[in-house]
């Protein structure tokens, strides 16, 4: 019995025992995975943890006579999860929000056109260093520039625009029903892209609807204002 026992304290002090390296490697990949949440770009990081960390795990307990370091492999197996599960968190929360403030920059743009509006509905869809932010003179800059004017006509003629404003009094902004966030795209700093379907229901006929997809283009202007969003491009469905 203390022969026993004596082996057992003896062989968890092997002095052959060695550090397994994926203890070394996990705890520093956990001291990288905050990466994760600032990009979701890094977001491997993370994944690379948690798999060093089961295989450390499985051979470390498979021969703890040769190796040791489980606790320090666990904790930064750990570590990596709970941060990738935050930065999934953290991404899923921010779509949301794009996808929610360009439904409601859709139905601010659909109220444009249905009060008639049409210069204020215009300079969402140019590019913000070409816009004008001075609302009381937005008219008479429409007036005063026959290039910009006829854009604004010629963007208007286009389907699915025609249509909108030709049935405007059939239909309300805020009956707008989200069809589907079909994509958001990341493609550089501070820039951002959204696509969405829409279907506007008509008041005559009764089962009639309006659909199109719209494409956003969120961006930082030159200026240092807050974020501005560009309907960069309005397609009809069918």
């Given at each position: 019995m203390n022969m026993s026992t004596s082996h057992s304290i003896d062989s968890q002090k092997n002095p052959y025992q060695s550090f397994h390296w994926s203890a070394i490697a996990t705890s520093g990949?956990?001291?990288?995975?905050?990466?994760?949440?600032?990009?979701p770009a890094f977001a491997f990081i993370p994944v690379l943890g948690i798999v060093v960390g089961v295989f450390?795990?499985?051979?470390?307990?498979?021969?703890?006579?040769?190796?040791?370091g489980i606790k320090l492999t666990v904790i930064g197996a750990m570590t990596s999860l709970l941060l990738l599960v935050w930065s999934i968190t953290g991404i899923i929360n921010t779509s949301d929000y794009y996808y929610d403030v360009a439904f409601d920059n859709t139905i601010k743009w659909l109220t444009y056109l249905k009060e008639d509006e049409l210069p204020a509905a215009h300079q969402v869809m140019i590019s913000v260093e070409h816009r004008q932010f001075e609302a009381q003179i937005l008219n008479q800059y429409y007036d005063n520039n026959k290039g910009i004017y006829e854009d604004m006509l010629s963007q208007f003629a286009k389907p699915?625009?025609?249509?909108l404003l030709?049935?405007?009094?059939?239909?309300?902004?805020?009956?707008?029903?989200?069809?589907?966030?079909e994509e958001l795209l990341d493609l550089k700093k501070n820039k951002i892209r959204v696509v969405q379907q829409y279907h506007l229901p008509l008041s005559d006929p009764p089962d009639g609807v309006i659909a199109f997809r719209i494409q956003y283009f969120r961006v930082y202007d030159s200026a240092g204002r807050a974020s501005q969003w560009q309907l960069e491009y309005i397609s009809a469905v069918q």
């Open positions: 990949i956990a001291l990288t995975t905050p990466l994760c949440l600032v990009t450390g795990y499985l051979t470390i307990s498979n021969k703890p006579e040769i190796y040791h699915p625009m025609n249509l030709a049935k405007k009094d059939k239909w309300k902004p805020q009956d707008l029903i989200l069809v589907e966030n």
